[in-house]
């Protein structure tokens, strides 16, 4: 027998040699004497120690899977039958193959699958998805409510959805976070505003791909007060975003709504405002939020075609 490792067995090859082979290695018949304990019998086992192999057809091991395979190459092998008796191994290290190796004769050009190849490359099929990452020098901005999903299984959705477009800017908002870790590999956290005691529809995550400056913070937690908002500047684009609960009045916040819009303006002539404000956008009379930005040269990006909710209103 033929071992790979030269260790194996080297002592009995040094005992018993083989005339034609000195790396074949002898295997004798080992006697074992069997004694149960308080019993006249005892039982002697003879046998070579080897284990022994299962020799199949190659139709008839379709559809098993084993480690250890040796293939017997007999001349005349088709494409296919080599291929079902190649793919039953389950590792490459214990596939084993005898005889010489022939290539099998190539398939014609009316084969099914060589004719479904040729039309895959002639007449490739043209999708119609459009990536943000074909664009170069485009900022790719979103905001995601993401109602605590930031500590469940859709996290990992987010971050995939993240490297997929290549975001510039992802704001994550209502992320109901303590000091969790919730970085994302290829991206800054520029600015986090967790639950400071318990967690509940409240904080906010702003990841940028470049370097970027915090301009303005607003954070309250309070009862009929809490609402989050920051304004960030990257690569001269000041963007403006947070989250306010239908809970917190406007009123109670316009003034810091105010100020982080001033601290963007002044930071760059280029300004996005986007969150969830709950504040309906096409709503009558008008809110004082749109009296405020409108005059400074903002255009509303929601039409009345479209709505952000499921109850069909504008609230972004």
């Not at 967790?194 to 309250?220: M, S």
């Not at 990006?301 to 709505?307: G, I, M, P, R, W």
């Amino acid at each position: 027998m033929l071992f790979q490792e030269e260790a194996v067995e080297k002592e009995k090859r040094r005992e018993v040699r083989h005339k034609d082979n000195k790396i074949w290695t002898t295997i004798e018949q080992v006697v074992r004497t069997v004694k149960p304990l308080k019993s006249p019998y005892s039982v002697v086992r003879k046998q070579f120690p080897v284990v022994a192999a299962e020799a199949i057809t190659i139709y008839k091991s379709k559809g098993g899977t084993y480690e250890d395979v040796a293939v017997q190459l007999s001349p005349g092998l088709k494409r296919k039958e080599l291929y079902v008796s190649l793919s039953r191994c389950t590792k490459l290290s214990g596939l084993y193959l005898t005889g010489k190796f022939v290539p099998p004769t190539a398939p014609s050009r009316t084969d099914k699958i060589e004719t479904e190849m040729r039309n895959l490359s002639e007449k490739a099929v043209v999708f119609s998805c459009v990536f943000p990452s074909m664009f170069a020098n485009v900022s790719n901005i979103v905001y995601h409510n993401v109602q605590r999903h930031l500590k469940s299984a859709h996290w990992a959705d987010l971050r995939n959805f993240m490297h997929l477009y290549q975001l510039s800017f992802f704001i994550a908002a209502e992320t109901w976070t303590l000091q969790d870790d919730i970085d994302v590999e290829g991206y800054r956290t520029v600015r986090r505003m967790d639950c400071e005691k318990r967690r509940h529809a409240l904080g906010l995550a702003f990841y940028t791909k470049e370097l970027a400056a915090v301009i303005y913070t607003y954070f309250n937690e309070k009862d009929g007060q809490s609402c989050c908002l920051t304004a960030v500047l990257c690569n001269e684009i000041a963007v403006c975003s947070g989250y306010k609960p239908p809970s917190t009045p406007y009123l109670q916040v316009e003034y810091y709504f105010e100020q982080a819009i001033n601290a963007a303006l002044c930071a760059s002539n280029k300004v996005i405002v986007l969150g969830d404000f709950n504040l309906d956008v096409h709503s009558k009379p008008v809110h004082r939020f749109y009296k405020y930005i409108l005059p400074r040269a903002f255009k509303n990006q929601l039409t009345e075609s479209k709505s952000t909710t499921n109850a069909s209103t504008f609230i972004d």
